[in-house]
């Protein structure tokens, strides 16, 4: 947060070629964006045809109180009633 909050920047990050070559990339990819939310991160270049992106976005925004009382991600959640989120995020 130290961007923002001593220079007054946000932050902008690209996770395409983390997972590249790695087995299940796209768990690596949501990981990666997981993981820096809480450090800052004010937006994400990502492929938006990545597959559980949408469920993990609304996750973190519930994680980190953008979702106030997870109303974004109950909604999802029963949208998508009986599909668990490594189907909507895996190939395998």
């Known amino acids: 947060m130290y961007i923002f909050d001593e220079l007054g920047l946000t932050t ?3 996770i395409g070629s983390y997972g590249y070559g790695m087995p299940t990339p796209t768990i690596i990819y949501l990981t990666y964006l997981v993981a820096s939310v809480p450090s800052g991160l004010d937006s994400a270049l990502v492929n938006p045809a990545t597959q559980g992106l949408v469920a993990t976005v609304r996750a973190i925004d519930f994680l ?13 959640y029963r949208f998508y009633k009986g599909l668990t989120y490594f189907s909507l995020c895996c190939n395998w």
């Open 12 to 14: 902008t990050l690209g």
């Open 64 to 76: 980190v109180n953008t979702d106030a009382g997870g109303r974004c991600y109950i909604r999802y």
